[in-house]
Structures are given as C-alpha cells and as structure tokens.
C-alpha cells in the first residue's frame, strides 16, 4: 500500500545571500490529483522543488513528505520520485544500465527496471548509450528513473522541456494515471496553457511568494469580465462598483466589469430601469489570465 505521499511547505523562506528566492511560502499537495506549480522564470518553483526532496536546505521553516524531512525517510526512492532540472547522466552508459544501477543500488528489483523502460516508451533504444539521446529521450529517461521506486508522490521540474507534441501528450496522460492511482504528483511549468490541460489544482507564485492557491477554475475565472453597452453607462457605472467589483469605461459607453457575471449585471439594470444595449461575457484567454496573476511578480522585464 502506498503511503500517502502529502507534501506540506510550511513557511519555507531561501536566501541565497542577499536574494531571497523562496519568501514565507506555505501550501499543501494532496495526493490524488495532479498539482501544477506555476509561475514566472526566476519565481522559485525550482528552488522549492530541490527542497522538498532535501536537495537545499530552507533558511527558515520547513518541509514535509508524509510527515517526515526527505532525509529521513528509510528508502527515500521508493517514497518520492523526482526529475530535476535535466540531470548530467553518464554519458557512456545505455539506459538500461543507468537504470539498473539506482534499482541496485537501493534495493529495487531488476524486473523494474524493465517495466518503467516499457511506461515511458525507450524500448527501442535502451541498450544504446545515454550520450546519444535527444532531449525528448532524456526526459523520459528522467521520467524512468523517477519511477523506478513505484514511489508515492512524483515531483517533476518541467517536464515537458524538450518533448515534441506527442510526447508532451504522453506526459499529460501518464501524469493523470499516476494521480488516478493515488499518488501526489506535483508539476512545474512556466506554461498555464499546458498546466490547465494536466492539472486538477494550481499553485502559483511570483517572487518567491505564493500568488495563487486553487483549481484550474477558479483560476481561469479570474481573467473573466463583462462588456456591457448602455447609453446612461455612467450610471450603471456607479451603481455596479463595489468591494469586489471593478469597472472600467472602455470607450464612450462601453464599460467592461469584473467580479459580477452577466445575470447580476443585468438584474442591476433593470431594477434601476437603465436600458442594455449589449452585454457580453468575456473570457480570457488562459495565458492572459496567467499574466494578470503574475504581472507585478516577473522578476525581470525587458527594458522598453
Ligand atoms: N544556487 C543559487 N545561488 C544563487 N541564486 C540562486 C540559486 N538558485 C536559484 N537562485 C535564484 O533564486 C531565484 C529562484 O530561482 P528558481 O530556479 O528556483 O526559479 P524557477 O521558478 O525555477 O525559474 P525557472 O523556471 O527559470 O527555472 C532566482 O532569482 C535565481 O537566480
């Protein structure tokens, strides 16, 4: 039976001299579910990842697989599987033997090795030395090894770096089995398009910091406003304002409204007897959804 594989980052802060590249970040990842970490380059995903898995030590508070500190775990391969950022693999050996040498070396049997060749498809060229390997070959080579322990929770640094369309879909599915059976899987990538198509939940964060804690939904509604046309637009304007509502005029009558959708928005109008000349819901796209989120947390800009 696998343990349950919850990830907890409790106030997690990483200074790295001056430069604080995790800052007081604290999030759950439960297992069950496909959790995507999102955020700009720079942001501290990586940062985060090395720490989970006890590469880097956190400057202030902590973390905790299934309770414990990575380090303290007896067969940690067996309870957290991770592909890191892409990893300097013996050039000369094949992958068979790469694969064979972790599973000797911490007591996972050799059949294994032959059963995550086969889940990420490098049967063809197993035997042949790692050095030849494209990028897409070694990802899914690191996706092996990740999985050489039959581990409960997966952490997978950008996984997609290098694959061609077909493997990126064969990523998402198998990311989606893993979670299916039970297992945490915890995902970066600086791309929400590519998140909202594998993922159940969504971490966000921007300088360190946590933007963003919630299901692909609720994410992907924040990006959405409404257009609304009215002759008395100023008006409506200020019957609509709120705490957690924004209106911004558009153009000559035109307003565009966030945090009330068309039905309240029109109910408003009509009680006050103001006459619609349209209203139209807007959806953003998930990328421009992803930028509002992230706009006051890129790190560096181009300088215009
Ligand atoms: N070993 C280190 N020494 C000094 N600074 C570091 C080190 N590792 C990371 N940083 C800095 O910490 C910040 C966070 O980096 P990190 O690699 O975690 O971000 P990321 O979100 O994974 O970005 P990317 O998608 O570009 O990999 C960056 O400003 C980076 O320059």
């Known amino acids: 039976m ?13 200074r790295y001299g001056t430069r604080v590249a995790v800052d007081d970040l604290s999030f759950t990842v439960s297992p069950g579910a496909v959790t995507g970490f999102l955020g700009p380059n720079g942001a501290g995903k990586s940062t985060t ?12 508070g902590e973390v905790l697989v299934n309770g414990r500190h990575y380090a303290e775990h007896a067969a940690p391969l067996r309870e957290v599987g991770a592909l890191l950022e892409a990893k300097a693999v013996h050039t000369g050996r094949s992958a068979y033997h790469h ?8 007591g996972i049997p050799r059949r294994r090795v032959e059963e995550v060749i086969d889940l990420v498809g490098l ?22 090894a990740a999985l050489l322990g039959d581990p409960a929770t997966l ?7 290098g694959l061609d369309p077909e493997g990126v879909r ?8 893993l979670a299916a059976e039970g297992r945490t899987v915890f995902v970066s990538s600086h791309l929400m398009s590519e998140m909202a198509l594998t993922a159940d939940h969504l971490i966000v964060i921007g300088k360190g910091r946590l933007i963003a804690n919630a299901s692909v939904a609720e994410v992907t509604a924040i990006g959405r406003s409404v257009r609304v046309r009215a002759q008395e637009a100023a008006r409506l304007r200020d019957l609509l304002v709120g705490p957690d509502v924004t209106v ?21 109008a009509c009680e006050h007897s103001i006459a619609l000349d349209e209203l139209t819901p807007i959806t953003a796209s998930l990328e421009e959804a992803f930028m509002d989120l992230t706009k006051d947390a890129v790190e560096f800009r181009e300088a215009s």
């Open 248 to 268: 911004d005029a558009v153009e000559p009558g035109v307003l565009q409204v966030n945090g009330l959708d068309s039905s309240a928005i029109g109910r408003v």
């Open 2 to 14: 696998h343990p349950t594989g919850v990830i907890e980052v409790n106030g997690v802060t990483k």
């Open 99 to 106: 694969l064979l040498a972790m599973a000797l070396t911490h």
């Open 49 to 60: 990842m090395r720490m989970i898995v006890g590469l880097d030590r956190p400057t202030a």
């Open 155 to 161: 952490i997978l640094d950008e996984p997609v770096n």
């Open 123 to 144: 049967q063809e060229v197993a035997r042949k030395r790692v050095g030849g390997f494209s990028l897409g070959m070694g990802q899914r080579l690191g996706v092996a």
């Open 170 to 177: 064969w990523i998402r599915t198998l990311l989606r089995s």
